[in-house]
C-alpha cells in the first residue's frame, strides 16, 4: 500500500494582494489524476475568509503537478468555495471568461531575492548600495550575478514538475531575476504561475531567502519588479491587419482604471514612466516600445500583425488569475467585422 503527499495550494483572502497558503493531505494508493484529488476544506477565519462560526471553506483542485522535491508528492492547485459549492469571493480563477482555452498567455515574472538576516537583496552590503544599474541584466560572474543557484534549482524544478517554463534570466536591478511561463488556456497559465511561485518561495526557505514580489522594493534609481502579460486570442494571431491591433489596444484607453485596479498593490511607485515603465496616469502602446503599457512585439509586425501583444503593466505581485480575466474582458469587447466571400 503506497501513501502520496498531496499539497493542496490556494489563495487566501487578504486584500489587496492575496497570499498562498498550503498544506498536505495524505492519500493511499492515489492514481496520479486530476479527477481523484478529493475536495477537502480548511479554516476560512484563519486566512479571512470566513467568520469563526461559520468557519469551513472548501477546496476544489484544478490542477496537478508531480511535486519534484518530495517523495510520493503532488501539487494541487485548488480554487476557494463557499460552504454551499458556489466560488468564494476571493476566487478569481472561476470569473475568467476563457472556457474554450482561445486566449493564450506568456507571463514574465520578476521578483527580488532577499537574504532573510540582512532584509536586503542579494549583492546590497549592509548600510550601502551596490554599484548603479547598468551591469546585472544578463550578467555572469560573482562581481555582478547574485543567487544563480536558488534560480537554477527552481529551473529544474519546475520544469520537473511539469510546467511550461521557458526561460530565467537576471533582471536589471541588482538581486533582480525572471521567469517566464507560457501556457494555453487563462487559467492554466495561472494555475502554473502560481505554481511556479509556490515552487520558488518554498525552495527560498533552504536557502534562507524569502522572495520579494513587491514591485518596487527598493527606492530610488532602481527598476521594480513587473509580471508582464504577453497575450492572444485568434484573432491576434490570425488577422493580419494593423488596423484591428490599432482597435484592439485602443480598447485597454477607456478601461485603464479598471486594468489598473487589479494589476497589483503598490504599483504606483513603480509605474512612474521611468525605468522602462509607462505613467499609471496615461495609457499608450507602440511598437518594440518598453516604455508604452503596451508593447507590440516586433515579431508580430514582421510577420504581417500576426501574433501577440504584451501588458508590461502588472506589477510583480498581481495575480494572473485578475490579470487574464481583465484582458480578455478588454480583447472580447471589441466588434470586429469579419469578411464574407
Known amino acids: 500500500m503506497s501513501k502520496a503527499k498531496l499539497e493542496y495550494i490556494w489563495l487566501d483572502g487578504y486584500y489587496p494582494t492575496q497570499n498562498m497558503r498550503s498544506k498536505t493531505k495524505i492519500e493511499e494508493n492515489f492514481s496520479g489524476k486530476l479527477e481523484d ?56 480563477r472561476a470569473k475568467i471568461n476563457d472556457e474554450n482555452d482561445d486566449f493564450w498567455f506568456g507571463f514574465e515574472q520578476e521578483y527580488f531575492i532577499m537574504d532573510t538576516k540582512t532584509e536586503l537583496p542579494l549583492g546590497f552590503p549592509v548600510g550601502g548600495y551596490p554599484g548603479p544599474q547598468g551591469l546585472y541584466y544578463c550578467s555572469v560572474g560573482g562581481k555582478n550575478t547574485h543567487g544563480r543557484d536558488i534560480v537554477e534549482e527552481h529551473a529544474d524544478l519546475c520544469i520537473e514538475a511539469g510546467l511550461n517554463f521557458e526561460g530565467i534570466n537576471q533582471e536589471v536591478a541588482c538581486g533582480q531575476w525572471e521567469f517566464q511561463v507560457f501556457a494555453k488556456g487563462a487559467k492554466n497559465a495561472g494555475d502554473q504561475i502560481w505554481v511556479a511561485r509556490y515552487l520558488l518561495d518554498r525552495l527560498a526557505e533552504k536557502h534562507q531567502y524569502y522572495i520579494e514580489y513587491h514591485p518596487k522594493p527598493v527606492k530610488g534609481d532602481w527598476n521594480g519588479s513587473g509580471m508582464h502579460a504577453n497575450f492572444s486570442n485568434t484573432l491576434l494571431r490570425t488577422c493580419g491587419s494593423k488596423e484591428i491591433y490599432d482597435k484592439v489596444c485602443e480598447a485597454f484607453r477607456p478601461v485603464t482604471k479598471e486594468h489598473i485596479e487589479v494589476y497589483g498593490e503598490f504599483n504606483d511607485q513603480r509605474l512612474t514612466g521611468l525605468h522602462e515603465t509607462a505613467s499609471i496616469n496615461e495609457f499608450s502602446y507602440g511598437v518594440s516600445d518598453r516604455g508604452a503599457s503596451i508593447r507590440i512585439p516586433i515579431i508580430t509586425v514582421e510577420k504581417g500583425y500576426k501574433g501577440w501583444l504584451e501588458d508590461r503593466r502588472p506589477a510583480s505581485n498581481a495575480d494572473p488569475y485578475k490579470v487574464a480575466g481583465r484582458i480578455i474582458e478588454t480583447v472580447n469587447s471589441v466588434e470586429v467585422e469579419v469578411a464574407t466571400a
Open 37 to 92: 484529488c478529493p475536495i477537502w476544506s480548511f479554516d476560512g477565519s484563519s486566512t479571512r475568509q470566513a467568520e469563526g462560526g461559520d468557519s469551513d471553506c472548501l477546496l476544489k483542485p484544478v490542477a496537478i503537478y508531480p511535486d519534484p522535491a518530495r517523495k510520493n508528492g503532488f501539487l494541487v492547485m485548488a480554487e476557494v468555495l463557499n460552504a454551499d459549492g458556489t466560488p468564494h469571493e476571493s476566487n478569481g
